[in-house]
């Protein structure tokens, strides 16, 4: 032990003669302070003003502007069901056809009644000649009675007043001559009717009679088409209702069908851009499905067609309903046209509103935190002072490619702004600025 503290002792005797000819030479050790901060290495671009056109999107649903689920006009069975889903029919295709027996066999004998109907009018439109002729020879006939029973009266006279006939033969010639007058009048009374022909009466009568049974086998045709459906225009069906052997009703769905010449899309837009949109202005529109162009979505050109104006506020929407219609194309070359644009695609519309001038700073220039968003700006060069920055908190507005607009105090065209490096800064400190060759500038 002893030992051990006298070595303990001699190493601190050597230590404090070690430093004494160090203070001797230098005086009294200096106190150490806390490291210079050095500046932070940033990007800065320039602030701008610009005018700029708000820009908002919407999403909404491709839709047939013109779609019908085409109904059975008759009741019956389905006899003919020919096409399927997913086919292309133009107007007046065949869609559905009912069994038809019984309708044929009563048409057909409702057009052998039109055909009697027919026969009976032309009948009294002009006599037969056989008919002239015979009325023509029963009042020859008739003249020559008449003639002979004159000239017997005239025999008998002159007889009775020679006194070689008596009174009753004269009164028995004159009873025939009356009796032969009255034949003779009977029967030119029948050739004039018989070569007339039949009364107007008549013949009015019979020609409605036929227009009624053509009427009633025009009826017939059109109960018999009812159990045809057919395409009401040219499109696509989309649902099938019914099949072979089934009962339809008068009114029941047969398919659904839908024209996609011109489509619609239904796009809410909210209540703050609702006075920016009007109808008949031009909307771009990417729908995915639908082909690309030099690497990125088609564009599809569209035109604000209504704005419905009533929003679903009471479940608290105050989004309106904006509706664009959009002319389709087709692919023909494989046969059934194929439609670019189908019902239930989701599309984005983009907007654009009026033009406004507002202060524009990069996108990467905004920090975001949960006291809201704030930009560094760089303080005005002093004199022998390195360069610092300030924080201006500052709320974002319209959008435009890689800038957006901000309004914050004490901003104004032609200050810089730091792009990179931010999350690294606070207020006051002092930068350093990276140089580079970028120029980019809003718009």
Same mark, same amino acid.
């Given at each position: 032990?002893?030992?051990?503290?006298?070595? *303990?002792?001699?190493?601190?005797?050597?230590?404090? *003669?070690?430093?004494?000819?160090?203070?001797?030479?230098? #005086?009294?050790?200096?106190?150490?302070?806390?490291?210079?901060? %050095?500046?932070?290495?940033?990007?800065?671009?320039?602030?701008?003003?610009?005018?700029?056109?708000? +820009?908002?999107?919407?999403?909404?649903?491709?839709?047939?502007?013109?779609?019908?689920?085409?109904?059975?006009?008759? &009741?019956?069975?389905?006899?003919?069901?020919?096409?399927?889903?997913?086919?292309?029919?133009?107007?007046?295709?065949?869609?559905?056809?009912?069994?038809?027996?019984?309708?044929?066999?009563?048409?057909?004998?409702?057009?052998?009644?039109?055909?009697?109907?027919?026969?009976?009018?032309?009948? !009294?439109?002009?006599?037969?000649?056989?008919?002239?002729? +015979?009325?023509?020879?029963?009042?020859?006939?008739?003249?020559?009675?008449?003639?002979? /029973?004159?000239?017997?009266?005239?025999?008998?006279?002159?007889?009775?007043?020679?006194?070689?006939?008596?009174?009753?033969?004269?009164?028995?010639?004159?009873?025939?001559?009356?009796?032969?007058?009255?034949?003779?009048?009977?029967?030119?009374?029948?050739?004039?009717?018989?070569?007339?022909?039949?009364?107007?009466?008549?013949?009015?009568?019979?020609? /409605?009679?036929?227009?009624?049974?053509?009427?009633?086998?025009?009826?017939?045709?059109?109960?018999?088409?009812?159990?045809?459906?057919?395409?009401?225009?040219? #499109?696509?069906?989309?649902?099938?209702?019914?099949? =072979?052997?089934?009962? =339809?009703?008068?009114?029941?769905?047969?398919?659904? =069908?839908?024209?996609?010449?011109?489509?619609?899309?239904?796009?809410?837009?909210?209540?703050?851009?609702? &006075?920016?949109?009007?109808?008949?202005?031009?909307?771009?529109?990417?729908?995915?499905?639908?082909?690309?162009?030099?690497?990125?979505?088609?564009? $599809?050109?569209?035109?604000?067609?209504?704005?419905?104006?009533?929003?679903? $506020?009471?479940?608290?929407?105050?989004?309106?309903?904006?509706?664009?219609?959009?002319?389709?194309?087709?692919?023909?070359?494989?046969?059934?046209?194929? %439609?670019?644009?189908?019902?239930?695609?989701?599309?984005?519309?983009?907007?654009?509103?009026? %033009?406004?001038?507002?202060?524009?700073?990069?996108?990467?220039?905004?920090?975001?935190?949960?006291?809201?968003?704030?930009?560094?700006?760089?303080?005005?060069?002093?004199?022998?002072?390195? !360069?610092?920055?300030?924080?201006?908190?500052?709320?974002?507005?319209?959008?435009?490619?890689? $800038?957006?607009?901000?309004?914050?105090?004490?901003?104004?065209?032609?200050?810089?702004?730091?792009?990179?490096?931010?999350?690294?800064?606070?207020?006051?400190?002092?930068?350093?600025?990276?140089?580079?060759?970028?120029?980019?500038?809003?718009?």
């Amino acid at each position: 032990m002893r030992r051990l503290l006298l070595s *303990c002792s001699l190493m601190i005797m050597a230590l404090g *003669c070690s430093k004494a000819p160090e203070e001797a030479a230098g #005086g009294a050790p200096e106190a150490e302070g806390p490291p210079a901060d %050095p500046p932070s290495l940033v990007k800065v671009q320039t602030i701008e003003k610009k005018s700029v056109a708000p +820009e908002f999107l919407a999403m909404g649903n491709v839709r047939p502007r013109h779609f019908s689920i085409v109904a059975s006009g008759s &009741d019956g069975v389905v006899e003919e069901y020919p096409l399927e889903v997913g086919a292309f029919v133009k107007a007046g295709t065949l869609l559905s056809k009912l069994r038809m027996e019984s309708t044929d066999l009563e048409l057909a004998e409702q057009e052998a009644l039109v055909a009697a109907r027919e026969a009976e009018l032309a009948e !009294l439109q002009s006599p037969r000649k056989e008919d002239v002729d +015979e009325a023509k020879a029963r009042l020859q006939a008739m003249e020559v009675t008449y003639s002979t /029973a004159e000239r017997r009266l005239e025999e008998l006279r002159a007889l009775s007043k020679r006194g070689a006939a008596n009174n009753s033969e004269v009164k028995d010639a004159e009873d025939a001559i009356d009796a032969a007058r009255q034949d003779l009048v009977a029967a030119k009374a029948v050739y004039q009717r018989v070569a007339s022909g039949a009364r107007e009466e008549q013949k009015q009568q019979a020609k /409605a009679r036929l227009d009624a049974q053509k009427k009633h086998v025009e009826f017939l045709k059109a109960e018999r088409e009812k159990r045809m459906t057919r395409a009401p225009f040219d #499109g696509y069906i989309v649902e099938e209702h019914t099949y =072979l052997g089934q009962w =339809l009703s008068k009114g029941a769905p047969v398919v659904t =069908l839908a024209r996609l010449d011109e489509v619609e899309v239904e796009v809410l837009i909210d209540q703050q851009f609702i &006075d920016q949109i009007r109808p008949g202005r031009a909307v771009s529109l990417k729908v995915e499905g639908t082909g690309q162009k030099d690497g990125k979505l088609r564009e $599809w050109p569209g035109e604000v067609a209504t704005i419905v104006p009533r929003s679903n $506020w009471e479940s608290g929407s105050r989004s309106f309903p904006v509706i664009i219609r959009i002319q389709n194309e087709f692919d023909s070359e494989t046969g059934a046209p194929i %439609p670019a644009l189908r019902e239930g695609m989701m599309a984005e519309a983009t907007f654009n509103g009026s %033009p406004v001038d507002g202060i524009m700073v990069p996108k990467d220039s905004i920090v975001r935190t949960s006291r809201g968003a704030f930009i560094f700006v760089v303080n005005p060069q002093e004199a022998d002072k390195p !360069l610092s920055v300030r924080q201006v908190m500052v709320e974002v507005g319209i959008s435009n490619g890689t $800038w957006i607009q901000v309004r914050g105090e004490t901003l104004e065209a032609g200050q810089q702004v730091v792009t990179e490096g931010a999350e690294r800064l606070r207020a006051f400190k002092t930068i350093e600025i990276i140089k580079t060759d970028k120029t980019d500038t809003a718009g």
